[in-house]
């Protein structure tokens, strides 16, 4: 990842409602949650949760899909790892530190 998509992404879910968002779709996994879901479980407004769902979509950090008439949310690990890859590609001097780990959603998450 560049400088200029991490700071898009870090600006993203430098915000509660977004952070809290991005944090529920992770624990979620790859299916994902209907937006409905998202503003219930996060005691958000329809409207205010489109906007941050928006946001941190133009990030690359979440991925709308469209099923039947319900518009369903999903963290993109993809985005999320390489976030994560470039804020730790200098960790401990170059030196290995704590492992990267898998979830059982499949992604892989830093151990610290």
Do not use: W
Request: hydrophobic fraction near 45%; charged fraction near 10%; include cysteine.
């Amino acid at each position: 990842m560049d400088t200029k998509p991490a700071i898009s992404a870090l600006a993203a879910l430098a915000q509660e409602s977004r952070l809290a968002a991005f944090r529920l779709l992770v624990q979620a996994g790859p299916a994902g949650l209907p937006a409905s879901k998202i503003a219930e479980a996060l005691a958000i407004p329809p409207s205010s949760l489109s906007f941050h769902l928006k946001e941190l979509s133009h990030a690359g950090l979440v991925v709308p899909r469209q099923d039947g008439r319900f518009v369903i949310y999903s963290a993109n690990f993809d985005t999320m790892n390489a976030l994560l890859a470039f804020l730790t590609e200098s960790c401990c001097g170059g030196n290995p530190c704590t492992p990267v780990v898998q979830t059982t959603c499949g992604a892989a998450v830093s151990g610290i």
